[in-house]
C-alpha cells in the first residue's frame, strides 16, 4: 500500500473526499450488514426528518498510525455508547457498539493510503453519523435511518496546534440547562455558528459558552471541552448537564491522575474567578489539547500561562495523551482498539 501523496504536516481540519465510507440502512425494525461505498453523496427523501427537524446526529473520532506500522482508534467503544444516548433521547435507532466499531475499522482500513504515517502530526479523523430518513411530513420520528461512517486525515482545528489561542465569552447559548447539550446532535452546532463567526470576526480562535442558566460559569470552548490548572496544580474541568461529556475530558483526568499524580476533579469554574488558574486549555477529539492563550469577557482579557507559550502541565498532558494516541506510551486497559 502506497500512501498518498500529502504534505501531511501543512493539513488543517478540512474535508478530503477519501476512498470509501461505509452506509448501513435500518428499515422494517433493523440495520442491515452495512457496506463500503465509492459514493460521497446520499440521496434521500425530501420529507426525511434529519432535513426538517434535526433527527440526526454525529460523533468524532481518530484513528492512529503507531511507530511499528500499526494503526489503533483510541477509544471507540465511549464513542459508540455516547452515540447510543443521543439516539435513545432523539429517538433513533441504536447501532450496536460492535457495529459501530466494525464500521470504523472496516473505513480505516479501506483508507489506508489515507492514514497520516506516524510522526507527521496529522491523524485520520473518522465521522460516524445516523439520519432519519423516509418519506415523512409530521413531527415524530422517521421510519427508515441511515448509519455512515467516512473519514479523512486533518491536522490541528484551531490554527498553531500546541501554540495558544485566545477565545472570547458570548451572551447566546448553544443549548438549554435541561436541553440536547449534552448529546451529539447537530442543532447544538447549527446553534453555535452565529457566535463562532462573531468571535473570529473580532480575531478569537471560538467563543466560549457560559453556563445557559445563569451565565457565570464557563460551560464549552466552541467544540472543545474546557480545563484549568490551578495555582496550586489540580486539574479542574466544569461540571454541567448542558456540555457535551467530553471523551479526551475524561480521559485526561484520569491521565492527571494516573500519570501525573495530580488531583483532578469536575467541578464549576466561574468566569469571574479565572485568577484561581495557572493555565487553561481547550479538549476534544479534533481539538486535541488546544492550550488557551487568554479569554475575553465583557471588555477584560484574562491571560492564562501566557499567549505564546504552552504552560509546562498543559504540555504534559498533551504530550501524555498524545503519547498514548499515537502508542507511544502503555494506555489504560480497554483504551485501545488496533485496526492492524
Ligand atoms: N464539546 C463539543 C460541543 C464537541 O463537539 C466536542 C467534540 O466531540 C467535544 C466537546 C469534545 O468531545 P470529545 O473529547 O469526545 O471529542
Ligand atoms: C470532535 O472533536 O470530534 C468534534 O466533534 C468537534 C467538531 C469538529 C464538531
Not at 39 to 47: A, K, Q, R, V, Y
Not at 216 to 222: L, M
Not at 297 to 304: L, N
Amino acid at each position: 500500500m502506497v500512501k498518498k501523496d500529502i504534505e501531511w504536516s501543512q493539513l488543517g481540519f478540512s474535508y478530503i473526499k477519501t476512498d470509501k465510507r461505509y452506509i448501513s440502512h435500518w428499515k422494517d425494525g433493523k440495520w442491515d450488514e452495512g457496506k463500503l461505498v465509492e459514493d460521497n453523496t446520499i440521496s434521500i427523501s425530501e420529507g426525511s426528518t434529519s432535513l426538517h427537524y434535526g433527527q440526526e446526529c454525529f460523533e468524532g473520532l481518530k484513528a492512529y498510525a503507531t511507530k511499528d506500522g500499526g494503526i489503533q482508534l483510541f477509544r471507540p467503544d465511549e464513542n459508540a455508547k455516547r452515540m447510543q444516548r443521543t439516539c435513545e433521547k432523539i429517538m433513533m435507532p441504536l447501532v450496536s457498539v460492535e457495529k459501530f466499531i466494525d464500521a470504523c475499522m472496516q473505513v480505516v482500513k479501506a483508507n489506508e493510503a489515507w492514514v497520516p504515517p506516524y510522526g507527521t502530526g496529522a491523524t485520520f479523523y473518522l465521522r460516524p453519523f445516523v439520519i432519519g430518513v423516509g418519506d415523512n411530513i409530521g413531527v415524530k420520528p422517521a421510519e427508515e435511518y441511515i448509519f455512515g461512517v467516512f473519514g479523512m486525515p486533518v491536522g490541528p482545528y484551531f490554527k498553531g496546534g500546541l501554540s495558544p489561542v485566545n477565545f472570547t465569552t458570548t451572551d447566546a447559548d448553544r443549548a438549554a440547562p435541561h436541553g440536547t447539550g449534552k448529546i451529539k446532535v447537530g442543532g447544538n452546532y447549527a446553534a453555535s455558528l452565529k457566535s463562532h463567526s462573531e468571535a473570529v470576526d473580532r480575531g478569537y480562535a471560538d467563543c466560549i459558552y457560559l453556563d445557559p442558566l445563569t451565565h457565570t460559569k464557563i460551560d464549552e470552548v466552541g467544540a472543545a471541552n474546557f480545563f484549568g490548572i490551578t495555582k496550586d496544580n489540580k486539574f479542574v474541568t466544569p461540571n454541567s448537564s448542558s456540555i457535551l461529556p467530553s471523551i479526551t475530558k475524561y480521559s485526561l483526568l484520569q491521565v492527571a491522575k494516573e500519570y501525573l499524580g495530580m488531583e483532578a476533579v469536575e467541578d464549576d469554574v466561574y468566569i469571574d474567578d479565572l485568577d484561581k488558574f495557572a493555565e487553561a486549555g481547550a479538549c476534544g477529539t479534533a481539538a486535541v489539547i488546544t492550550p488557551i492563550g487568554g479569554i475575553e469577557h465583557k471588555g477584560k482579557f484574562h491571560v492564562f500561562y501566557s499567549e505564546t507559550e504552552v504552560g509546562p502541565v498543559t504540555k504534559k498532558l498533551y504530550d501524555t495523551l498524545y503519547g498514548i494516541q499515537m502508542g507511544d506510551i502503555k494506555a489504560p486497559e480497554g483504551w485501545i482498539y488496533k485496526v492492524k
